[in-house]
């Protein structure tokens, strides 16, 4: 696929705007009410780390960068499929798991960030850009992300926040979190540590067999 092609630059820039869009939004609008903001969350996060992929696959479509910037994508790609896995498996079983006391984001948000957004920066990793080659080279950077907003939540976000509360302690961004002992909280984050790099493999699965099968006609 020519990455340089008309249809894939529109589409990298809508993947762009949207992405500073929202980034823009949280900046403004999002929850300032505690120590950390907006950031004191996996999502956000996430968003702003899909906002940074998005500009450089469309750096690298428009010719101004030469750099693949793979790492970056496939790390955007795990760290999204992981936020859309957790989120919505916590809220069906019970919304206020994942939510602050005033209830869930506004629709727009809601769906953006937990699947629009993220859809479309797999389709671009997966297809586009066609990154999940050798993906070994972003274990290390994958892991140092996880392993910063943990660190970030449980030693910064805990310690300035009083709220949300729960049975065992208070502060940690999702609710949840602060009905579980440490030890349990360990075993959280490292099931969830775990579960991306799984992931990054899978998608090195898929693209295996993908990239086998459908090869481009020009790159």
Not at 99 to 120: A, I, K
Request: aromatic share 16%; net charge positive; proline share 6%.
């Amino acid at each position: 696929m020519d990455i340089h092609a008309r249809p894939i630059l529109f589409y990298r820039w809508i993947v762009f705007l949207l992405a500073a869009g929202y980034c823009l939004q949280q900046l403004v609008f999002g929850s300032w009410t505690g120590p950390g903001g907006p950031f004191r969350y996996l999502t956000i996060w996430a968003l702003f780390i899909s906002f940074y992929s998005a500009s450089r696959m469309l750096a690298l479509s428009e010719h101004r960068i030469t750099r693949k910037h793979e790492v970056t994508a496939m790390c955007a790609a795990v760290l999204n499929v992981m936020v859309v896995f957790l989120y919505w498996r916590l809220f069906f079983a019970n919304p206020a798991s994942v939510t602050s006391s005033s209830g869930p984001p506004d629709w727009y948000l809601q769906y953006y960030l937990h699947g629009l957004g993220p859809l479309l920066q797999i389709i671009d990793a997966m297809f586009i850009g066609r990154v999940f080659r050798r993906v070994w080279r972003a274990i290390l950077p994958l892991l140092a992300i996880v392993a910063a907003y943990v660190a970030w939540a449980e030693l910064f976000v805990q310690r300035f926040n009083a709220r949300p509360e729960g049975t065992v302690t208070s502060g940690l961004p999702y609710p949840f979190l602060n009905s579980l002992e440490l030890p349990e909280r360990a075993v959280f984050y490292g099931v969830n540590i775990g579960t991306a790099v799984a992931l990054l493999f899978v998608f090195a699965l898929i693209g295996a067999v993908l990239y086998r099968v459908w090869k481009p006609a020009s790159s």
